[in-house]
Structure formats: structure tokens, C-alpha cells
């Protein structure tokens, strides 16, 4: 059985994005059409269709007001999509090759020094139970290995 789940953007908090609320600069997301090159929407965690409209927005994937509370650009499809529902499998985007961030936070939404690690995707799931041994990680953010970008929360499963 496995430890972890993979967590998207909450719905309510992407549905209102979807309707145009201000995002974490204040600003109303930007709407385009994709051309089907790398747009990951962080909700369904899988990728925007060529054709199918999206939105950039700036998001923050954090409750609380402190230096560690990072924001940044993020894709969601312009129109409702399912939010990611088999939490306990990664997303199947994440599983070819490639590169991403690991980086694990206390309760407190700060960040435990010496768990950043840039990894392959094969061994996302490995790497995460690791930083999970760590004392005082609660939850663990995928990011973009060359961009920073958030993509998606991991957390125990209880």
C-alpha cells in the first residue's frame, strides 16, 4: 500500500479562478488558446488540449504570510475540468521522463532545510517517502525543475 497523495489545486479556490477572481498579485488571469506544448493545468494534473483555452495566473500554495510563502505563474484550463481524484496514484503526466523539484515544509508552511532535491520523475515517489523522514515535514511540493513552478502537493496518507 502505498504512503503517499498526490494533491491538486483545490477546486473551490480553482473554480473561482475559473471565474475570474484576481489571483495572488491581483490580477485577473490571463486567458489563451494552447497550442498542446507543455501546458500542465494544476487541477486535473494532466495537460491542456491543443485548442482548449487556459489561464496564466500567479498562485500562491500557501495560507499564511511569511518569506517561505512563495507564488508563481501556473496553467488552468479556462473551462471546469475534474480536479485530480486518484490521489493515492502520481499523475500519469509526471511519469515519463524528465525533471522535477522536490521541497518539503513544515506545519508551519516553512521550508525544512535539506530537502530540496531536482530528481528524475521515475523516482518521485522514493524520493518523497525519503524527505518524508526528515523531522518536522508535514507536506512536500512538486515544482517545475527549471522554472520553479508549482504543480501539485504531497502529503502522508493518514
Known sequence: MKNLMFRPIPTEKVRALQKGEPDAQNNIPE?????????????????????????????????SEQPYAEQGPIFLHAEECPA????????AMYLPEGQILLRGYSKDER??????????????????????????VSFIHARSASNNCYQYRIEKRS
Open 31 to 63: 486567458k489563451h488558446i494552447s497550442d498542446g506544448d507543455g501546458l500542465p493545468c494544476r487541477h486535473c494534473l494532466s495537460h491542456i488540449a491543443i485548442g482548449d483555452e487556459y489561464l496564466i495566473l500567479s498562485y500562491k500554495p500557501f495560507e
Open 111 to 136: 521550508i525544512v532545510y535539506g530537502t530540496g532535491q531536482v530528481i528524475k520523475n521515475a523516482d518521485i515517489e522514493s524520493i518523497a517517502e525519503d524527505i518524508f523522514r526528515h523531522p518536522g
Open 84 to 91: 485530480y481524484e486518484t490521489a493515492e496514484q502520481l499523475p
